[in-house]
């Protein structure tokens, strides 16, 4: 059976996040990795009585989108950090799809920055919309709550509790979202645009 593989992130030291919180944070995305594998083994194992185990199977296919968002969700975050913080180049296609979806890079920074201070823990997502050929910002609660169907996520900015909380108090949401774009390496997000695209 396939399983999913616990890649590894080169991520150098960032302004305001810990090398401690990302120790641990990367534990968190190491279990989201196993429990992603661990659910599909469960479903092929239990799949031989569909009927008596119908339940449970229900269940635990529920919970895969969970484990499995939660894994990737993770990979987009802590690749954006490797490399080192890089700004987002004037001109970019990126920086251009930008402009043409909001008007200037830095409405649409400042409206993605409210979407991240959303109440509750869950992620902040730019996606690119191939079908439609847009940027959409969106809120996706928990892990997989809120994800929006047949986009391709571009940015990806984690906002659970522990992401932050160890370095910045309770309260320092605004702060660790500043950080976050301080310490982004903007052609990560633009290669992850460029492969949208494809
Ligand atoms: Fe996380």
């Known amino acids: 059976m396939k399983k999913f593989e616990q890649k590894t992130f080169a991520i150098p030291e960032l302004k305001g996040i810990s090398a401690k919180t990302n120790e641990e944070h990367l534990k968190l995305y190491a279990g989201y990795v196993n429990n992603a594998n661990l659910i599909l083994e469960k479903i092929e194992e239990l799949g031989k009585d569909n009927t008596a185990n119908a339940y449970v199977l229900g269940e635990l296919q529920r919970r895969f989108g969970f484990e499995f968002d939660g894994m990737r969700n993770h990979e987009y975050y802590f690749k954006s950090f490797e490399g080192g913080p890089k700004p987002l180049i004037v001109g970019s296609a990126l920086r251009s799809a930008i402009e043409a979806e909001w008007g200037s890079f830095d409405l649409w920074l400042a409206r993605f920055k409210a979407v991240a201070l959303t109440r ?9 919309d ?6 959409l910002n969106s809120w996706v609660d928990e892990q997989h709550l809120g994800h929006l169907t047949g986009l ?3 940015l990806a900015l984690d906002m659970w509790e522990h992401s932050f909380v160890a370095d910045y108090a309770p309260s320092g949401k605004k702060n660790y979202v500043e950080d976050f774009f301080a310490n982004l390496n903007w052609e990560v997000i633009e290669n992850n645009f460029t492969a949208a695209k494809r």
């Open 152 to 154: 391709t996520p571009v």
């Open 130 to 135: 191939n079908h439609t050929g847009r940027l």
């Open 120 to 128: 509750g823990i869950g992620w902040a997502i730019l996606y690119w």
